[in-house]
């Protein structure tokens, strides 16, 4: 659900890692998409959903995103033989960096050196799963 005084949300990823072979794995699934979007079957990613930010104000799309996304997932590639943590990672629409903003403000270009934008991220405590032996 979106905090008020936040970004609109773009999208909610499950995050999963495990150990294969003796080397840290992770992967990444998009799950829910704003905007009437889904996961592509093949990349498993959202498309993008139009969100624009105006670096002159920084003002951001009113009309992209969503107040709350949700869904029922399940592991494509569980292995119930192994070992692996999951957490859920919420991303906003893109918004100005507080570069952006300091650089606005003072009336000065912002750095080209420095991405004008970011996505805010919020993720959940990780969920651990072991086999039963």
Not at 35 to 61: H, I, M
Not at 67 to 86: I, K, S
């Amino acid at each position: 659900m979106r905090d008020p005084h936040a970004g609109w949300l773009q999208r909610v990823q499950i995050v999963k890692g495990w150990v294969e072979n003796g080397e840290a794995k992770e992967r990444v699934f998009d799950v829910a998409c704003s905007d009437g979007l889904t996961p592509d079957p093949r990349t498993g990613r959202c498309g993008d959903n139009g969100a624009t930010v105006n670096l002159a104000d920084c003002g951001v799309s009113e009309n992209k995103g969503a107040v709350e996304l949700r869904t029922l997932w399940t592991d494509p590639t569980f292995d119930p033989n192994q070992r692996a943590f999951y957490y859920v990672r919420a991303i906003e629409n893109p918004s100005c960096r507080w570069s952006t903003w300091d650089a606005i403000r003072a009336g000065v270009q912002p750095s080209p050196t420095m991405p004008k934008t970011i996505q805010e991220r919020a993720w959940s405590s990780p969920v651990w799963y072991a086999p039963r032996v």
